[in-house]
């Protein structure tokens, strides 16, 4: 599974680092570092990146296999 | 446009209490978006208030400089109970939002559509024969409180016309009726997370918030769980009431945007977070600074009380394109009238649902309208800003839409 992006959606409001500082990292500004590449997620955190997808408020984020 | 001075000092002595705030709301803010980065207030304590977007944005995302744990509100009475998740920092917020948000999801919310179409369709009906109404009394601060108890919180239906009848005289009653119309509202939900404590879970948030999160593990208080119940009723109806009565004023007023959206239903979304911007019910949170920081060229101290002036920010021409206009065909509206970081409004997809609802159910059957003749809106303006009264006049039909 990975973690996407979209750029220029990201308002950075980081409720997706509400639920986990590991898998959705922000910038300085308070914006998600996840890379264009997007974020592999390790084996049995799926649930965890699927949650903080949903809770980005704008819908910049997907976690798809 | 030079606008006429104003008689009291904004930038140095400024007060959201005061008249001429209500008055020249948008001369206020745009005098402080174009010359005064941070305004500062004597009132009480004494505050100061951020006004730029960018800045706005550094501070609400800077929770750690930026505190909540001492509340939003400035000059506050130190009686009040702080309202979770709204008045608390990460993790404790971070708990309860992690538990509150999955039922205010775009996808959560949806459910509650057809209910909503249903209800502002019994408001219409109660005045659509007459050819007129007070939109206010009569229409937008009914809808967000049936959003709210009936869908949201699952309150017995037949308690509902009291509770919003409380909760409205809490806001917009007589001055001395006010507080105990509140009380009496907040009681009730207290008494009624308890009953639900009680009971088997139905599934909804009310079981998330009856059975409380963790502070420094152990349980919460429950005066806390009752705060988070209080927090979501206040945060979720006088809100959606004040750009719901904002946007029906601008087409009342503006026949060409009317028909725009009476022609085409499609582009109500956009024009109702047009008017979220526009008409921004929340006008500025506090926080308290935890160390000596600058921000907008000015240094701030540790112990200073500053508001993030959302309304103010949302009429930033370095982040909206021509912000003194109200432009419906925005494809994108970046505005923080939702607030920014990880206080950002958690009700904002109820309350986009709540708008939608409205503009198309309001134009399907009455398409036409237009304010009373001789009448203006009513506004009331402090940290929160509200509409009192708008009267409109359009073609009286029957209920079912048959010509009479």
């Known amino acids: 599974m990975k973690i996407r992006v979209d750029r220029s959606r990201c308002a950075g409001h980081g409720q997706c680092n509400m639920v986990s500082e590991e898998l959705f990292p922000l910038d300085d500004q308070g914006y998600s570092a996840i890379r264009d590449a997007g974020l592999e997620v390790p084996t049995g955190d799926e649930d965890t990146a699927e949650e903080g997808a949903y809770n980005c408020p704008v819908q910049a984020l997907s976690a798809e296999k | 446009m030079a606008s006429q001075p104003f008689n009291r000092d904004m930038f140095n002595d400024f007060d959201f209490e ?61 009686q009040m109970p702080l309202l979770p998740p709204e008045e608390c920092d990460p993790p404790y917020h971070n708990s309860w939002r992690n538990a509150l948000n999955p039922y205010f999801r775009p996808e959560a919310v949806a459910a509650f559509e057809g209910s909503l179409r249903d209800e502002a369709n019994h408001l219409i009906d109660q005045f659509i024969g007459r050819g007129e109404c007070d939109f206010v009394p009569d229409f937008s601060s009914k809808l967000p409180g049936n959003a709210m108890f009936k869908n949201l919180l699952g309150l017995p239906p037949e308690d509902i016309p009291t509770l919003i009848k409380d909760m409205d005289a809490g806001f917009y009653g007589p001055l001395e009726e006010r507080t105990p119309s509140l009380n009496r509202a907040f009681t009730y939900l207290g008494d009624y997370l308890a009953r639900r404590r009680d009971e088997p879970p139905r599934g909804d948030v009310v079981d998330v918030i009856a059975a409380g999160v963790e502070l420094d593990g152990a349980p919460c208080p429950w005066s806390d769980q009752v705060g988070i119940i209080t927090d979501l009723a206040l945060g979720g109806i ?167």
Request: aromatic share 10%.
């Open chain 2, 238 to 404: 006088v809100t959606a009431t004040f750009v719901m009565s904002g946007g029906m004023f601008h087409l009342a007023t503006h026949p060409d945007d009317r028909q725009a959206l009476v022609g085409d239903p499609a582009l109500i979304p956009q024009a109702a977070e047009e008017f979220v911007r526009y008409f921004p019910p929340v006008v500025a949170l506090g926080r308290s600074v935890t160390r000596d920081v600058e921000l907008g060229g000015y240094q701030f101290k540790t112990g200073d009380f500053v508001l993030l002036n959302y309304a103010s920010a949302s009429r930033d021409p370095d982040a909206v394109n021509k912000p003194t206009e109200l432009n419906i065909h925005r494809e994108r509206v970046p505005h923080s009238a939702f607030g920014v970081g990880v206080h950002r409004c958690i009700g904002a997809h109820l309350a986009r649902l709540e708008l939608k609802v409205t503009f198309e159910e309001f134009l399907r059957r009455i398409p036409e309208f237009r304010l009373r003749p001789g009448s203006q809106p009513t506004f009331e303006t402090g940290i929160l800003r509200s509409m009192k009264s708008l009267p409109l006049v359009f073609r009286s039909a029957r209920k079912d839409g048959k010509q009479p």
């Open chain 2, 18 to 78: 005061d008249p001429e705030f209500n008055e020249r709301f948008y001369d206020v803010l745009d005098a402080f978006v174009g010359r005064c980065p941070v305004a500062h207030s004597t009132t009480g304590d004494g505050y100061h208030v951020i006004n730029r977007y960018k800045d706005v944005k550094q501070a609400g995302q800077d929770w750690r400089t930026f505190s909540s744990a001492k509340g939003f509100q400035p000059n506050r009475d130190p």
